[in-house]
């Protein structure tokens, strides 16, 4: 079976561009990656689109091919939530792995800022709930996050502050993208002083909504392999939520990391999926990557800085570079795979060999994992 790699990263700036549809975001990041590649468009074989909300075309990835001038052998849209696009990295490098394809486009971009009303956006993502037991009692999705950061609090004693942290470093790190949402730097004492939106979750706790896009080319060669996928599905609804020391995360996780045939302490980079500072504090401990309750005291002991033993988010995660709906958990991909081929500029850290993403969906929900590894960089 043949290896697969992702060729090329490119993204649009994030942030608020009433000018720019879904189709426009996703195109520029498309043809920045080909452009990237070095490739004609009439050898890309495949096209895999993720969703947008504001633009819920029942094509997409027949549509996006031909505004491109793309005749793929392989094409779809593809809908995970959160997890869209490094369930698509996946699909993509098990296309190439088979010889199904050899050139694969993943792509996603939506004008979610500001192609959508700010009570339809609500509605439209409420409807992770469950239909009869969530959704008619207004449940937004901080809501239901905060409902899981209250539990998960107590259980573990993580507090406020810890989670605040969190986002301080985030925003310290998108200070350093130019393509970023929010660049301003924040404290931790802004963060709990910031509005209460679904307590304890605050304003700054939460990311904010963006407009941007993201794609890659996945080859048959490339500067990072994509060494390992795995994916895990415990629950939809959080009401259904089995265990919350037990998402799913750490299932899918084990799967990537026996697939690529590599140990948790060879990970020296880390893209983890953020849309809530409580998203960011679970996954970093589910994923073993610190002791329940323990994720701030490592944040705070330097270990995920820049310099550290595993730089997180190096970009500013959904917290600050921004959520774009699917581009937005891309955007973890593309900034690992920048660092991984020492492109990444001023945020640039050093030489890292093998680094590990992770996105969900919905409430932790669909959860993917990636182990990808630079190649002869």
């Not at 802004?190 to 909504?209: E, H, N």
């Not at 994916?231 to 995360?249: N, V, Y």
């Not at 990557?289 to 323990?294: E, I, L, T, Y």
Request: charged residues 20%.
């Amino acid at each position: 079976m043949n290896h697969a790699y992702v060729l090329s990263a490119a993204n649009t700036p994030f942030g608020r561009f009433p000018e720019r549809s879904a189709m426009d975001l996703m195109a520029s990041a498309a043809n920045g990656a080909i452009a990237a590649a070095g490739v004609d468009r009439r050898e890309i074989d495949g096209v895999l689109c993720g969703y947008a909300t504001t633009f819920p075309h029942l094509m997409l990835g027949t549509l996006l091919s031909e505004k491109l001038g793309i005749d793929p052998h392989y094409a779809h849209g593809v809908q995970m939530g959160g997890a869209t696009g490094a369930a698509m990295v996946m699909l993509a490098g098990e296309l190439v792995r088979s010889g199904r394809c050899r050139r694969v486009l993943v792509v996603a971009g939506e004008n979610r800022l500001t192609g959508q009303a700010r009570d339809a956006s609500i509605q439209t993502l409420a409807q992770v709930g469950d239909a009869d037991m969530e959704v008619p009692n207004g449940v937004s999705v901080p809501a239901y996050y905060a409902l899981m950061a209250s539990s998960y609090m107590a259980r573990t004693g993580t507090s406020g502050a810890d989670l605040a942290a969190f986002a301080a470093k985030m925003r310290a790190n998108a200070a350093r993208h130019p393509d970023a949402h929010l660049r301003d730097p924040i404290s931790v004492e802004d963060v709990l002083a910031s509005k209460p939106i679904a307590s304890p979750l605050r304003l700054l706790d939460c990311c904010p909504i963006s407009d941007g896009g993201v794609a890659f080319i996945v080859s048959d060669a490339g500067p990072v392999k994509i060494a390992g996928t795995g994916q895990a599905h415990r629950h939809q609804h959080l009401s259904a939520m089995r265990d919350i020391m037990d998402t799913g995360a750490s299932r899918a996780f084990g799967r990537a990391l026996q697939d690529a045939a590599v140990k948790r302490e060879e990970i020296d980079l880390l893209g983890v999926y953020d849309s809530f500072t409580i998203t960011l504090s679970m996954l970093l401990e589910e994923l073993g990557f610190a002791a329940r309750g323990k994720a701030a005291e490592r944040l705070r002991a330097g270990d995920f800085d820049s310099d550290g033993a595993l730089p997180l988010n190096l970009h500013g995660g959904l917290l600050s570079f921004g959520h774009s709906g699917v581009a937005g958990g891309m955007a973890h991909i593309a900034e690992v795979w920048r660092q991984l081929t020492q492109q990444a500029g001023a945020r640039q850290v050093s030489p890292r060999r093998c680094a590990a993403v992770h996105a969900d969906g919905g409430v932790m929900s669909a959860h993917v994992s990636l182990i990808l590894t630079a190649e002869g960089v």
